[in-house]
């Protein structure tokens, strides 16, 4: 389930084209989440939704509605929003793999080539099991 999850997720922000950091981001608030609260198969695609962050323009709630194919309203969304916004206690942000493998490749002073390979590597391997 998590897999398809994921899946959907790299194929929506291969549509949007978001910050590389954001899909991380929403890798590590999904599991964090999913670790504390169970889930049902029909949620899931919602708590991925609502586990947005880092953007510095972000989709408004509607872009979700329609991503979703209309499965959930505004309501749903901001719902999920907030409980997952309480689950975690408000704290979102960490270092994430993206961010490491940035350092890595500054400190090793590696050329663009290295770090367009690098990139979808590591987010592989932030979503895979």
Not at 58 to 85: G, P, Q, T
Request: aromatic letters at 10%; charged letters at 25%; proline letters at 4%.
């Amino acid at each position: 389930m998590r897999a398809i999850f994921f899946d959907w997720l790299v194929e929506v922000h291969s549509k949007f084209k978001p910050l590389p950091q954001t899909h991380y981001l929403t890798a590590h608030i999904v599991d964090r989440f999913l670790s504390l609260r169970s889930v049902s198969r029909i949620e899931l695609q919602l708590v991925g939704i609502a586990s947005k962050d880092e953007e510095m323009w972000a989709l408004e709630v509607n872009d979700f509605v329609c991503l979703s194919d209309k499965a959930y309203n505004r309501e749903h969304i901001l719902l999920m929003e907030k409980r997952i916004l309480g689950k975690l206690g408000w704290t979102l942000t960490l270092p994430t793999p993206y961010h490491f493998l940035m350092r890595f490749i500054k400190a090793a002073m590696l050329c663009q080539e290295k770090e367009n390979i690098g990139i979808p590597l590591s987010r592989v391997g932030a979503t895979a099991l």
